[in-house]
């Protein structure tokens, strides 16, 4: 099967994202089949107006992503299975609304359980651990600071609180990105009112750290359940809003010239 590259330049954007972008697509949507070797070098180059940096760049990410395998020498393939590529995130989709909402409930589906489980099994270092968290959340906010760092110091400490590694390490491989205000700025609002929903977050995080120092699970699991919640809902009406701008500047003026 022949691949027809013409006439797909990039833009200039990010070159290696977007050249390693439209080959994933390519991939994955069966333009090019497993096992079948990708367009040469030159011909990427010439097809995609890039270098040829760009282009070992694009391929060595798209290896790193399980899509393609290298044979020195011969040039790069098809995975034989792609289905088995390693889950990632891209952090620049990040920055959509829909996207943040999406990985808020994948969120839910994880941390909801990690925090029951953190009320089962926490020990005495892990409340300390979390206390820690608070007090620079607190600090942060008396600051003006956002706090994204600390607030997601305050997960991972409830993550690893359920004495399951998995929690955590499941956290640390998403990031910071997973709380949104480090990716979304959009329709916030002014600083009073941003340093008010902080102080919401924070009284939020107190309900779990209590339940979980009750040695409470549905107590915890509801507390954590209402916290991401609020965020996901919050950040559903942000997009709401931003929708209703948009469609509202796309409408034609009224008495404007014929």
């Known amino acids: 099967m022949i691949v027809q590259l013409a006439g797909r330049h990039l833009r200039p954007r990010n070159l290696t994202t977007e050249l390693a972008a439209r080959l994933a697509e390519?991939?994955?949507?069966?333009?090019?089949?497993?096992?079948?070797r990708l367009p040469t070098e030159q011909a990427l180059m010439a097809a995609y107006g890039v270098s040829r940096t760009v282009v070992r760049e694009a391929v060595s990410a798209l290896r790193t992503e399980g899509l393609v395998t290298t044979r020195q020498g011969v040039g790069a393939f098809v995975a034989p299975d792609v289905r088995l590529r390693?889950?990632?995130?891209?952090?620049?989709?990040?920055?959509?609304?829909?996207?943040?909402?999406?990985?808020?409930?994948l969120r839910m589906g994880v941390e909801i359980e990690a925090a029951g489980f953190a009320a089962e099994r926490r020990r005495a270092a892990d409340l300390r651990a979390i206390d820690r968290t608070l007090g620079e959340i607190d600090r942060a906010l008396d600051?003006?600071?956002?706090?994204?760092?600390?607030?997601?110091?305050?997960?991972?400490a409830v993550a690893r609180a359920a004495?399951?590694?998995h929690f955590p390490r499941f956290l640390e491989f998403l990031g910071r990105f997973i709380i949104p205000r480090q990716s979304v700025r959009a329709g916030q609002g002014g600083p009073a009112e941003q340093a008010a929903y902080l102080r919401r977050v924070q009284a939020e995080h107190r309900e779990i750290r209590l339940a979980i120092?009750?040695?409470?699970?549905?107590?915890?699991r509801q507390a954590m359940r209402a916290h991401l919640s609020n965020s996901r809902e919050r950040y559903k009406a942000i997009g709401a809003a931003e929708n209703r701008r948009?469609?509202?500047?796309?409408?034609p003026q009224k008495g404007g010239t014929p």
């Not at 390519?26 to 079948?36: I, K, N, S």
């Open 26 to 36: 390519d991939v994955t949507q069966g333009r090019l089949a497993p096992g079948q």
């Open 86 to 105: 390693p889950f990632r995130l891209d952090h620049e989709r990040l920055r959509s609304i829909s996207e943040v909402v999406a990985l808020m409930e």
């Open 143 to 156: 600051r003006g600071d956002a706090a994204v760092d600390a607030d997601f110091a305050f997960h991972r």
């Open 163 to 165: 004495r399951n590694e």
């Open 213 to 220: 120092a009750n040695g409470d699970p549905d107590a915890a």
């Open 246 to 251: 948009r469609r509202k500047a796309a409408m």
